[in-house]
């Protein structure tokens, strides 16, 4: 007998050996290793499904959440723009209000001057009216110290008043 070739008895009994653990394994192995495969293939569909899902989900949520950015952005850029505009309209406001505000107090000014200066002349004609009378009234007392003094002034402004009359008339 060699080594390689396995006698008649050998065979029958490694044949019978290998029928009867097949048999057990297949009414008690088999089902129970199928039911395991078929149980985690089962669940790895699931888990696949559900990856799915969540993977659907957050896409909805990423495309949501760049929806709300969007509108987040243009809600900014309005308010600015509002801002802006509503800082420039006050400080045209302001400088507006001043530039009247200046412009009145400059011509409250001018006619407080003007009053003033119209306060000083009368003033001023009134102290030389006073002076002109006073000076006056010191040149004709030396003037008309004696009364030939006094007819020669009568002749001449009653000479003058005829004059001034003939040019009127």
Same mark, same amino acid.
């Given at each position: @007998?060699?080594?390689? #070739? ?7 009994? @490694?044949?019978?050996? !290998? ?10 192995? !088999?089902?129970?290793? #199928? ?9 790895? +569909?699931?888990?696949?499904?559900? $990856?799915?899902? &969540? ?8 495309? %949501? ?6 509108? &987040? =952005?243009? +809600?900014? $850029?309005?308010?600015? =723009?509002?801002? #802006?505009?509503? $800082? ?10 001043? #530039?009247? %505000? ?11 001057? /003007?009053?003033?200066?119209?306060? &000083?002349?009368?003033?001023?004609? $009134? ?8 000076? &006056? ?11 030939? *003094? %006094? *007819?020669?002034?009568?002749? +001449? ?8 009359? /003939?040019?009127?008339?």
């Amino acid at each position: @007998m060699s080594l390689l #070739t396995p006698s008649f008895g050998l065979l029958f009994w @490694m044949v019978i050996s !290998f029928a009867v653990v097949f048999l057990v394994l297949a009414k008690y192995g !088999f089902p129970v290793i #199928t039911k395991s495969v078929n149980e985690r293939r089962d669940y790895i +569909r699931e888990s696949l499904a559900k $990856a799915d899902e &969540a993977n659907r989900l957050l896409a909805d949520i990423k495309h %949501q959440s760049d929806v709300i950015l969007e509108d &987040a =952005r243009k +809600r900014q $850029a309005e308010i600015l =723009r509002q801002a #802006t505009s509503e $800082a420039d309209r006050i400080i045209r406001k302001a400088k507006d209000d001043a #530039t009247a %505000q200046g412009k009145q107090k400059l011509e409250e000014a001018l006619r407080s001057i /003007e009053l003033q200066k119209q306060k &000083a002349i009368g003033e001023i004609r $009134a102290q030389v009216a006073v002076l002109s009378v006073d000076i &006056a009234e010191k040149v004709l007392r030396s003037k008309l110290s004696d009364s030939e *003094n %006094q *007819n020669a002034l009568i002749s +001449r402004l009653l000479d003058e008043a005829e004059k001034s009359e /003939e040019l009127f008339n």
